[in-house]
């Protein structure tokens, strides 16, 4: 590893420092879903990915694609912290003009490889943008998140099948199984069971860590670069809202109100 474990911990309080300014400073926002997803991401951009930031359209680079796309102030603040763009553009997240939508878009923010929104669609792309690297032969990775209420859409299935079917094993995909969705728990609207089950059953390379573990997410995906006949799946066990201590786990977290008391609030248990 380049960094060690407290540095990518800071690097991620940092993350979702920003991340939290970025919502309170529209006044409402995906607070869990983006909270949740920064220690992985922070292992992907800090570790692993071969991008950079100077030049993000390069060719041959490896791709990300956060299919749970309202988690995108989370993708942001690492994608600031990165220098993919100016820092000063935190400040207007879903604002007229701006180039950080709440939902990600590849046209407007300058390291986004996929436009998100519609649920489910995600894994879809990411499976292209693999088959893609291998006609071209480049060696690059694809990387994905998907969401566990996410996961109730059909087309996720259909990706999985034919991922496995093609035998991508340059794509690796995070479920992030928070336990949440924007009604109520995922096991009250439809639970997802044994998720590593379904997608072994389904063809996949699986593993399970702890979302929040900076170890096991660098472990699992340097495990997962072994795997070259099957795509990889690494199931997240994460806390929704992680990092602010009175919204975390819960459903209200999806989507919610932050007032300046709130950010003075997360911003605390965020040192």
Known sequence: MRHSIQELTDLAKE??????????????GHVGGALDIVDILTVLYYEEMNVDPKNPQREG???????KGHGGPGLYAILAMKGYFDKKEIDTLNKPGTIL?????????????????????????????????RIDRN???????????????????EAGMFAAQQKLGSLT???????????????????????AAKWSAFGWNVQEIDG???????????????????????????????GWKKVEG?????????TAEDLEDALRDLQ
């Not at 680079?61 to 299919?67: E, N, Q, T």
Request: net charge neutral; with cysteine.
């Open 15 to 28: 993350a979702r420092r920003i991340t939290m300014r970025m919502i309170a400073g529209i006044g409402k």
């Open 61 to 67: 680079r490896d791709r990300f694609v956060l299919s």
């Open 101 to 133: 939508p709440s939902h990600c878009d590849r046209l407007l923010t300058p390291g986004v490889d996929m436009t998100a929104g519609s649920l489910g669609q995600g894994l879809s792309a990411a499976v292209g943008m693999a088959l893609a690297d």
């Open 139 to 157: 060696g690059a990775r694809v990387y994905c998140i998907i969401g566990d209420g996410e996961s109730q859409e059909g087309q996720i299935w």
């Open 173 to 195: 995909c995070f479920l992030d199984l928070n336990g949440q969705q924007i009604d109520a728990p995922v096991d009250e609207v439809n639970s997802m069971r044994d998720p």
């Open 212 to 242: 929040h573990d900076m170890q096991a997410i660098f472990d699992a995906v340097e495990k997962a670069k072994t795997c070259t006949d099957k795509p990889n799946m690494i199931v997240c066990r994460t806390v929704k809202g992680k």
């Open 250 to 258: 819960t459903t209200k977290s999806h989507s919610l109100s932050v």
